[in-house]
């Protein structure tokens, strides 16, 4: 079984920065990618960065302001948020795919609000 913990969510006015973690933990933990994605209200989920053997990926709406980095040595994730704007206001959840099983693992996830 994975664990993961996410934080780092918050209120932050528009053109602030914010910094998400998700640390995974698991018995013989095998990472193939993750990822963070977010849902706003009455939206479907999206994927907002990915990173791992699938190389480093960004929705077209981040790029250039989000930063997906990976800490292998701590299974952990960072999101580093620039220049954030309302319509990044949403819920924020890390995915982990593991490599041996193809299986997706998702956080509880973290508010992020972008107030104008």
């Known amino acids: 079984q994975v664990q993961l913990v996410e934080s780092g969510g918050g209120l932050v006015q528009a053109e602030g920065s914010l910094r998400l973690s998700c640390a995974a933990s698991?018995?013989?933990?095998?990472?193939?990618?993750m990822g963070w994605h977010r849902q706003a209200p009455g939206k479907q989920r999206e994927m907002v960065a990915m990173i791992g053997n699938i190389g480093t990926n960004y929705a077209d709406s981040v790029k250039g302001r989000f930063t997906i980095t990976m800490d292998k040595a701590k299974n952990t994730m960072y999101l580093e948020m620039n220049n954030l704007k309302p319509e990044d206001t949403a819920v924020y959840y890390c995915r982990l795919r593991t490599a041996r099983t193809m299986t997706d693992y998702w956080g509880q996830g973290t508010q992020v609000t972008v107030s104008s």
């Open positions: 698991g018995d013989r933990l095998s990472i193939y990618f």
